[in-house]
């Protein structure tokens, strides 16, 4: 790769994972490049559970290998590499002045933070900078805006019917099936005395190499950090995902609902179901394919439009 041949350079941001990123639309292999950078800043501008981390940097290089099956051209700053300034910033702006791109293109950062710290190294390089709309949400921010805009106060209740009538989750014709919206009188269930039985313990995820070496580094690099990776499991590629998905609509979904606030010691998880960040549609279609009780798969929708919710009201904030 030699200076002044990349027409857009990609930034694709830890949460953003997706081959069906916005940001990759219209990816010219030759003339385009991604980019992506491990920072400290990124772990420690908010104090972070080692086994976040781990999931974060895991994901980001088995996105990149797979990328890089594809024959994508990718510029991959790993955490450990010689010169890494550890700032977001400062490693994107070093990769504007070696490849001189014609613009920067970026899904829709989860934080205003990052996105202003993108449009500052813009600006500051004189590069145009492309933000497009984050797709993997089932309301992007402005639709939320529309929402908000009539109301004087934002409750998630009416926020939660809007989206269900929109895409005909769990209704028949204008009205909830079963002639409710929610059913969270019934979701408080807790444990007798004897707790919880027969839990089905979520699917595991045996660390491969890249996995193993990403958690070396974590350890290293942020020992003062809460947590450990002695038992780490977690789901970190698109297929294991899946998995841990279909793993949780089998076993666990028929009594997340019912037991969703409940807690019991040595159960981590109980019916819980590990997703860290999956496409929403994705998994409330999912969902909705399961014949389990209609309490239990309205919980799983609720989740799914309050992290919109949550994101939306941030940006609506900022």
Known sequence: MTDNDCRNLVVVLGDQLNHDSTALNDFDKDADVIWMAEVADESTHVWTHKARIAIFLAAMRH??????????????????????????????????????????????????RVQQALQKVADDHDVPLEIRVDAHFMCNRDEFAEHAASRKQLRMEYFYRELRARYDILM???????????????NRGSFGRDGPQNVKQPKSFRPDSVTKEVLELVEQRFAEHPGSLATFD?????????????????????????????????????????????????????????????????????????????????????
């Open 234 to 318: 977690w789901p970190v590629t698109p297929r294991q995902a899946a998995t841990a998905l279909d793993d949780f609509i089998e076993n666990r979904l028929a009594h997340f609902g019912e037991f969703q606030d409940a807690m019991w010691t040595a159960e981590p998880y109980l019916f819980h179901s590990r997703l860290i960040r999956r496409d929403e549609s994705e998994v409330t279609e999912s969902a909705r394919r399961h014949r389990g009780r209609r309490r239990c798969v309205s919980g799983q929708a609720s989740s799914a439009a309050s992290r919109r919710r949550v994101r939306s009201t941030d940006s609506r904030l900022a």
């Open 63 to 112: 996105f990149r290998i797979s990328m890089e099956r594809r024959h994508w051209r990718i510029v991959y700053r790993k955490l450990d590499d010689h010169g890494n300034k550890g700032s977001l910033s400062e490693e994107l702006g070093a990769a504007i002045r070696r490849l001189k791109p014609q613009q920067l293109i970026v899904t829709e950062p989860g934080e205003w």
């Open 172 to 186: 028949k014709g204008n009205k909830p099936i079963g002639g409710q919206w929610n059913f969270d009188k019934d």
